[in-house]
């Protein structure tokens, strides 16, 4: 395996899991370095390369080459859709390869799992049929973060239900009482109604913090 300058952790690496696995490892395993936190990574099974563009924290770049491997251990299983096929680049298959060299080669495979959720959203939700553990404490652990990332509100009726009296208001046909815009279907029920068809306007308000 050509490696160039990898670091010989993850020339190790590559090494022992294709030699668990019983697979050949890449012919090339190609590293370059950026300066930024987080690594990406590519794998040609085609082209028999795996790539790994690795950032300043080691811990994110080992965890990058591990998810490459998975792909190197597991094709991609194609899906049909219509009339034709689709290739599930991180289904079931993957995932369930990628979970096991997390646990076996990763020193904290909770972190691994974070790591891996961060990126790719779909992962709790594989980790969840997979029973793969930590995955509910994290799941309520993202559920907690956002929720105090989003406001809470509520909805206030700014007009009480009237009916609609179309005026022009440049462009645009507006409900003189109002003032909301009506386009499309909503334009052409009320053209053809006149004034049978109703409608209130609401607005949505951020509750203030107690406390």
Do not use: K
């Not at 020339?11 to 668990?20: F, I, W």
């Not at 085609?46 to 491997?69: N, P």
């Not at 239900?161 to 386009?183: M, P, Q």
């Amino acid at each position: 395996m050509r490696s160039g300058s990898a670091p010989d952790w993850a020339v190790q690496l590559v090494l022992r899991v294709c030699e668990d696995a019983g697979v050949a490892p890449p012919d090339a395993l190609r590293w370059r370095r950026a300066q930024r936190d987080l690594s990406t990574g590519l794998t040609r099974r085609q082209a028999g390369s795996i790539a790994v563009t690795a950032g300043r924290d080691t811990d994110d770049a080992r965890h990058t080459l591990l998810h490459e491997l998975g792909h190197w251990l597991t094709p991609d299983v194609p899906r049909r859709r219509g009339w034709r096929s689709q290739a599930v680049h991180h289904g079931r298959a993957f995932y369930a390869t990628a979970f096991d060299l997390f646990a076996r080669h990763d020193p904290d495979p909770v972190a691994a799992l974070r790591r891996e959720a961060a990126r790719y959203p779909n992962a709790l939700r594989h980790a969840r049929a997979l029973s793969i553990p930590g995955t509910e404490a994290l799941v309520v652990e993202r559920q907690v973060a956002r929720a105090s990332r989003q406001p809470r509100a509520t909805w206030r009726v700014v007009v009480p239900e009237h009916a609609i009296r179309l005026v022009r208001d440049g462009r645009w046909y507006v409900c003189a009482t109002c003032g909301r815009r009506l386009v499309g279907r909503a334009l052409l029920r009320a053209a053809r109604h006149r004034s049978r068809d109703r409608h209130t306007l609401w607005t949505r308000e951020l509750i203030e913090a107690t406390g």
